[in-house]
């Protein structure tokens, strides 16, 4: 059997897979589960193209992967075949530990984040395959001597975040996501064991930064997209309670029912649920005796969203009980905050490197203003 299949990406055109083993791997159920996992959520109550799933982002970010390898080694840098491969699996199964809609049910079914799932879920098939994601476990989890294999699957300049910002852009429509991911890689480079970027690739970079910024706010944080995940949070939240879990949703059921240090059992149970589970449980939810559960079930899979506010302060309390007084359901309405992360200068700076071979963080290279600014939305979600 020809495992060097050929893909074609919407996003890039014909790409390839590098080798069988990563074809095997990408063959095996719980990897095929991301079919099933929307990338954005339900960010297409908004962008109604936006039905992409993280099977396709961990596909684009592996061909980035293979990319970002070529053009090192064109420039000198040593990466063996071993270690080549490694970094191709772990970006390929970097998200596979991703719960149903993302992040928006992070943390929900297992109270790790998707990382860690994510490297459990390697390390069980480093048992299922003898041995041989031994390297990738290395390079996922930092332990691997050559820092920047580590820094192409997870960092600030990462091949995922060059993915999913084109991806998500093309899918969305929102063209002031595109960046110019041929350039960046190509200026990449190694420098003491560790990522830099040439400084001919500047604005470049500065356009990544400005890219992913918008992105939060027109796309990820998007006001709408915000009041749907909410009520998509609470519905969950109000479910597990429910006397009524076992019947409407008995693989959740199952799963809280496992005792925390039986690792390998949560994951089994786990890997069997996505998407289509959640919808399932929507629609039994529709005619709940539960008021919060029915009405918001048939908000999410009616689109009757809850309206939403954004402030650049936080709600006060008088505002709030004034609101609560003129809403039909008062005992729905959700508040919180929601932050952008941007470009974090004390974490993994992006290092510049000149012509002189020097290397400067970027944040006292680049002119851009504020570029390690943190902004944060209060949000407020009601009926």
């Given amino acids: 059997m020809n495992k060097r299949k050929i893909i074609n990406d919407p996003v890039y055109g014909f790409t390839t897979i590098p080798d069988e083993f990563i074809f095997d791997l990408i063959q095996h159920p719980w990897f095929q589960r991301l079919r099933r996992i929307r990338q954005l959520g339900l960010t297409d109550y908004v962008y109604p193209g936006a039905t992409h799933s993280r099977f396709q982002h961990a596909l684009g970010a592996l061909h980035l992967m293979t990319l970002a390898i070529e053009s090192l080694r064109a420039k000198?840098?040593?990466?063996?075949?071993?270690?080549?491969?490694?970094?191709?699996?772990?970006?390929?199964?970097?998200?596979?530990?991703?719960?149903?809609?993302?992040?928006?049910?992070?943390?929900?079914?297992?109270?790790?984040?998707?990382?860690?799932?994510?490297?459990?879920?390697?390390?069980?098939?480093?048992?299922?395959?003898?041995?041989?994601?031994?390297?990738?476990?290395?390079?996922?989890?930092?332990?691997?001597?050559?820092?920047?294999?580590?820094?192409?699957?997870?960092?600030?300049?990462?091949?995922?975040?060059m993915d999913y910002l084109n991806r998500d852009s093309f899918y969305s429509g929102v063209a002031e996501g595109v960046i110019g991911y041929e350039r960046i890689i190509k200026m990449l480079h190694v420098y003491d064991h560790r990522l830099v970027v040439e400084e001919k690739g500047i604005y470049s970079i500065e356009k990544f930064l400005i890219s992913r910024r918008i992105m939060y706010w027109q796309v990820y944080l998007h006001k709408t997209v915000l009041s749907a995940e909410k009520m998509l949070i609470h519905w969950f939240d109000e479910l597990c309670t429910s006397d009524h879990l076992a019947q409407i949703f008995p693989k959740l059921k199952d799963l809280q029912s496992i005792s925390g240090n039986e690792v390998e059992q949560r994951l089994i149970n786990f890997a069997e649920i996505d998407d289509t589970d959640i919808f399932f449980a929507l629609k039994q939810c529709k005619q709940s005796q539960n008021s919060k559960i029915r009405i918001l079930s048939e908000g999410l899979l009616n689109r009757n969203l809850f309206k939403c506010q954004l402030s650049l302060k936080p709600f006060d309390n008088q505002y709030i009980n004034k609101l609560k007084k003129g809403l039909h359901h008062p005992n729905l309405i959700f508040k919180g905050k929601e932050t952008n992360e941007g470009y974090n200068v004390d974490i993994d700076e992006i290092m510049i490197l000149s012509k002189e071979n020097k290397i400067t963080p970027l944040s006292k290279y680049s002119t851009l203003n504020n570029i390690s600014a943190l902004e944060s939305k209060y949000y407020l979600v009601y009926l």
């Avoid at 000198?76 to 596979?96: F, K, P």
């Avoid at 049910?105 to 480093?126: G, Y």
């Avoid at 041995?131 to 290395?138: M, R, S, Y």
């Avoid at 920047?148 to 975040?161: C, E, K």
Wanted: no cysteine.
């Fill in 76 to 161: 000198g840098v040593e990466i063996s075949d071993s270690e080549a491969q490694g970094a191709e699996i772990a970006i390929l199964l970097h998200d596979i530990g991703h719960s149903p809609f993302s992040h928006a049910l992070e943390k929900k079914f297992i109270p790790w984040s998707h990382e860690k799932v994510s490297l459990a879920f390697m390390n069980k098939l480093n048992t299922e395959f003898d041995g041989k994601l031994l390297e990738a476990i290395k390079i996922f989890s930092n332990k691997h001597p050559k820092k920047f294999l580590h820094q192409l699957v997870s960092g600030q300049l990462d091949v995922d975040r």
